[in-house]
């Protein structure tokens, strides 16, 4: 009995507690982040490609790779690289990159990748 009464004081104390401690509401502040500046690539001349590579062995590492080394070549406006088909798709500028050129992207990306086949489309579909 003793038990259950120290038990129920207990609980009603912080019960009293909780009560004359109001909760406010918590105010975060949030200082502007500057946005990076994001460059749009201007076309001379928009082309479109679809390459047929060899050696991937990962969509994460081996795909990712080979997508973010066309990304960042000059005159790729943009690229996909799917590891699944084992296709990449590039959006190209034809004045300042040939076929070849984007052939030679993915096999400097590292040395067990190739390039079987490369065709020049007139758009995605």
């Known amino acids: 009995m003793k038990q259950a009464l120290l038990f129920f004081l207990f609980t009603a104390s912080l019960n009293f507690m909780a009560c004359n401690n109001p909760t406010q509401p918590k105010v975060v502040t949030v200082h502007p982040v500057e946005t990076s500046k994001i460059q749009a690539v201007v076309l001379g001349e928009k082309a479109f490609a679809k390459l047929t590579i060899e050696g991937m062995t990962?969509?994460?590492?081996?795909?990712?790779?080979?997508?973010k080394n066309l990304k960042k070549t000059s005159g790729v406006a943009s690229a996909t690289v799917d590891f699944e088909s084992k296709t990449a798709r590039v959006v190209y500028d034809?004045?300042?990159?040939?076929?070849?050129?984007?052939s030679a992207v993915v096999k400097t990306t590292g040395e067990t990748y190739s390039v079987s086949e490369i065709v020049r489309l007139d758009t995605f579909n």
């Open 58 to 67: 990962c969509a994460i590492g081996c795909a990712a790779s080979i997508e």
């Open 94 to 102: 034809a004045q300042l990159l040939t076929l070849e050129s984007l």
